[in-house]
């Protein structure tokens, strides 16, 4: 047998290599999570060539918990570490079923741990993204059965540590306290990677990638203006990141559009249809220091 292997070549091979390009491709910033990403695809890059040489290895343990504000990139990171495990043969599908609190937690005696083991069935073989994961526990709330949801992944976590992988994700403080009440939870979670709001800058870039995949772009005055635009949203409420900036941008190709089609008589150029204007942006209540999209802020005074 041979006793020597390529490391470089099973990273290629593997096509572990193309995930972390798509990811780097796919995502902006967001550099210690593609750190650490990478430092996890080597460990088990490793774990298998120590294994191909028969030298004694144990399957790392690989539940995770993301913590950070929506918009961050959380569900596509969790997508792109099912596809490395499933390349690297530590998961047998890499697809991943995202769930809340409702679809594990029953509203009667016996109803919570059918729900939890019928999400768990799903997720064999790939992940099982748990989104807004401390909503599970309620505590001083003795009827909650959330402490049911959570005792069955507790057992199943470590019954199949091969079968499948958790990712419990949500904002950072109610994580901390989450764990804070679960300890054994906390303990059979290897990673724990928090997320970074993204700065202007980057938000701005992810401004002009989605807008480059949809073959449209910004005047050079719109340009400046969305700039004062993401200046303005990020410091009012609910602001949600690469969300928010990608439903900011579905609303301005909602004004372009209507601005567009008053230009009834006029034939319209390639560039007509591809631009966003400085109007298309400077009309959104954002500049006026109100939310624009959704009545979330006068719902909540209700």
Aim: proline share 2%.
């Amino acid at each position: 047998m041979d006793s020597s292997i390529d490391l470089s070549a099973e990273y290629v091979d593997s096509g572990v290599s193309d995930v972390l390009e798509q990811l780097d491709h796919e995502l902006v910033g967001l550099n210690p999570v593609k750190t650490r990403i990478r430092e996890i695809a080597a460990l088990l890059l490793v774990e298998r060539a120590r294994q191909n040489l028969d030298l004694a290895t144990t399957k790392p343990v690989l539940h995770m918990s993301f913590t950070g504000r929506p918009g961050t990139g959380k569900t596509t990171v969790a997508k792109k570490i099912s596809q490395i495990l499933h390349r690297l043969g530590y998961l047998r599908k890499g697809h991943v079923v995202t769930v809340t609190r409702d679809d594990l937690v029953g509203q009667y005696v016996g109803h919570t741990a059918p729900k939890t083991k019928e999400m768990i069935k799903r997720a064999q073989g790939g992940v099982l993204f748990i989104d807004e994961a401390y909503y599970l526990y309620k505590s001083g709330n003795e009827r909650d059965y959330g402490a049911e949801a959570i005792e069955i992944l507790l057992q199943e976590m470590e019954a199949q540590r091969d079968g499948f992988l958790v990712i419990f994700a949500g904002y950072k403080d109610q994580m901390n306290e989450f764990y804070r009440f679960n300890p054994g939870l906390y303990s059979r979670v290897a990673h724990h990677i928090d997320f970074p709001d993204y700065n202007n800058e980057e938000l701005m870039k992810i401004a002009r990638l989605f807008l480059s995949e949809q073959n449209y772009s910004f005047s050079k005055e719109a340009s400046i203006c969305f700039e004062s635009y993401i200046e303005r949203r990020r410091n009012l409420p609910f602001f949600a990141n690469a969300r928010s900036i990608r439903n900011a941008l579905d609303r301005m190709r909602l004004r372009q559009a209507n601005r567009l089609f008053e230009r009834k008589e006029d034939l319209l150029t390639r560039e007509d249809l591809m631009t966003l204007e400085e109007s298309d942006i400077k009309s959104s209540r954002v500049f006026q220091g109100e939310i624009e999209g959704h009545d979330l802020t006068q719902k909540l005074k209700e």
